[in-house]
């Protein structure tokens, strides 16, 4: 069965880095579409970056990621990654790894598999 483990979360100081993991089972990240979402406390969740099934990326346009953070995937690992630099307070969130076999940009309806999350705290 699908299975998604998130890890990498941790507090850090501003201006810092950190890199997410999610470690995928029960398919293989080149044929679904896996993204990263966010919820920060008191707000809706919302999708940060994604990678479709044809290697399509995607950042976020309302959030201010472009340019900080990194989605990338391993096939070998069969891991999504999100590599995230210069992170700011705002960027403080429990964070997602979604998936689906029709998993699109930054959907949430299109992403039907979830794991159960990463914290990042920023100060």
């Known amino acids: 069965h699908v299975q998604l483990v998130e890890s990498g979360g941790g507090s850090v100081q501003a201006g810092e880095s950190l890199t997410l993991s999610c470690a995928a089972a029960g398919f293989s990240v080149n044929t679904y579409g896996m993204a990263w979402f966010r919820q920060a406390p008191g707000q809706e969740r919302k999708g940060v970056a994604s990678i479709d099934s044809d290697g399509s990326v995607t950042y976020a346009e309302t959030l201010p990621v472009k340019g900080r953070f990194t989605i990338s995937k391993d096939s070998a690992a069969n891991t999504l990654y999100l590599q995230m630099d210069n992170l700011k307070t705002d960027d403080t969130a429990m964070y997602y790894c979604?998936?689906?076999?029709?998993?699109?940009?930054?959907?949430?309806?299109?992403?039907?598999?979830w794991g159960l999350g990463t914290q990042v705290t920023v100060s």
């Open positions: 979604a998936a689906d076999p029709g998993g699109f940009r930054l959907w949430q309806r299109t992403y039907n598999f």
